[in-house]
């Protein structure tokens, strides 16, 4: 009798479990469901995508230059059962409102203003930080702010060293951010000359040369150029990125911002310093046939920080095309080692 009641017992507890197990999969998958949202900052609309539970870390995801929050479509279901993922779009980007450059300040400084109040208006005390290309002068101006808000550092293909811009394809670039009315300055190079041979023109100005990063064939060279397979990457991607950057008015923003670019340069001690001081762990997932962000910039990260995991990946500058999984996969196991190391500090404490 003892045994039958033991074997019914098992029975009971074993079909409880089996409904436990079927209620946290339904949460689970309802945790990883990919929100649209949008808030207003400065009365304009930041929309942003957020996944995740709410008590849960906090990962904050800055996109680079064309694209937007939309880049980090596969990653944010990756990391979303176990971590509160967000990713905002800037002014003049994805789905945020896009005011004029007479309307509006275009600027890394005030992008950067824009997501400290769109982080404390969604309620985000501190979070690790993701930043990737234009992400980077964004989330390191936040984070040199406010060191104690930044639990680690997650950086794909983002610069803060002069090592990173120090090659042909920023040279028109650097003139540009000296003279906007620059005339076939810095363009005299291999990578540029090509861009010249396109428009069948032995000179350009600078103006007309960097409005060729805006045309299609950029935009599908950014996402394509260092791939180990091609056609791997979805041509979804420079198509939304492309319809956006063709809309009324955006060329002005983007000249505008690749003139404000040279803006960031002059804090990159700040930012340096702020590695040596803070130490925040980092992780480095960089693309190294990235042309644009070659690897030269990933590893200076290494004289400064101590506590930084590094991988160079097999792809190019939109590195989360190619390596998605894995990039996710690094960050499932960094983060776990950072958040298991912060509490043992804690109980130290």
């Known amino acids: 009798m003892n045994r039958m009641k033991n074997i019914v017992a ?9 409904v436990d197990e079927s209620a946290n999969e339904i949460t689970s998958e309802a945790s990883a469901q990919t929100l649209h949202k949008t808030v207003q900052i400065e009365g304009l609309d930041i929309f942003y995508r957020e996944a995740g539970p709410q008590d849960a870390p906090v990962i904050l995801l800055l996109h680079g230059f064309p694209t937007s929050s939309h880049m980090f479509r596969n990653l ?39 997501i400290e ?18 992400g980077a002068p964004v989330g390191f101006r936040l984070a040199a702010k406010h060191p104690e808000r ?19 394809f920023w040279e028109p ?5 000296k003279d906007r009315s620059a005339f076939d300055q810095g363009l005299d190079n291999a990578w540029w000359n090509n861009i010249k041979a396109a428009h069948k023109k032995s000179a350009l100005s600078n103006d007309d040369a960097l409005r060729f990063l805006l045309t299609i064939g950029a935009t599908q060279w950014q996402y394509t150029n260092g791939a180990r397979d091609p056609e791997a990457i979805s041509p979804d991607n420079w198509h939304v990125d492309q319809r956006l950057l063709d809309r009324p008015g955006n060329q002005e923003i983007q000249l505008q911002m690749f003139y404000d670019y040279g ?39 290494k004289r400064d920080l101590k506590n930084v995991e590094f991988h160079l990946l097999d792809t190019g500058h939109f590195a ?30």
């Open 150 to 168: 930044v639990q680690a550092l997650i950086v794909q293909n983002g610069n803060a060293y002069d090592e990173g811009i120090d090659n042909d």
């Open 117 to 134: 109040k769109f982080t404390e208006k969604v309620g985000l005390a501190r979070y690790s930080l993701y930043v990737m290309d234009y």
């Open 76 to 114: 944010i279901p990756a990391l979303s059962d176990r971590y509160r993922v967000i990713a905002p779009d800037y002014p003049g980007y994805g789905n945020s409102s896009m005011p004029s450059v007479v309307e509006f300040n275009y600027s890394f400084d005030h992008f950067a203003e824009i």
């Open 263 to 301: 803006s960031n340069p002059p804090l990159y001690p700040e930012w340096q310093a702020y590695f040596r001081k803070h130490q925040p762990p980092t992780l480095i997932v960089w693309g190294e046939k990235d042309e644009i962000f070659p690897a030269a910039g990933a590893f200076p990260y």
């Open 320 to 349: 989360l095309e190619e390596d998605g999984q894995r990039i996710a996969q690094y960050m499932q196991q960094f983060l776990a080692k950072t958040q298991n190391a912060e509490r043992v500090a804690k109980v130290d404490e």
């Open 173 to 177: 670039i650097k003139a540009y951010w």
């Open 10 to 18: 098992m029975t009971i507890m074993s079909g409880m479990l089996s």
